[in-house]
């Protein structure tokens, strides 16, 4: 403030202050979708889980491919891989697989 009038006398760090307060401000605003902007879309339900889901595989799928693939190469049903041991999906799906994968059912 003036000492002798008592007005208010903004500095250069003050306006430097105010500018930068009003470009963050304009900043967050045009970051926010504008009130007549279209709302985003979900994803089309068109029965694909990979296209709902992005590309991780159904981990019983995984299972059951893992299974046909030991029969194809010969190994024993006993030799299951001990990720599919625990989990009674998996374990499920592995061995359908082991057992039915080359007949084409699952």
Known sequence: ADPETGEIIETKAQDSAKESEATRLASDASDKPSPDAP???????????????????????????????????GRKRSAMPPEYRDDDDLR???????????????
Request: no cysteine; hydrophobic share 25%; aromatic share 8%.
């Open 39 to 73: 709302a985003p879309q979900a994803p089309s339900g068109d029965g694909d889980p990979s296209q709902d889901f992005g590309d991780s595989p159904n981990p019983s799928d995984v299972a059951y491919q893992a299974g046909i693939a030991a029969r194809t190469s």
């Open 92 to 106: 499920d799906a592995y061995l359908d697989g082991f057992d039915n994968g080359d007949s084409g059912t699952k």
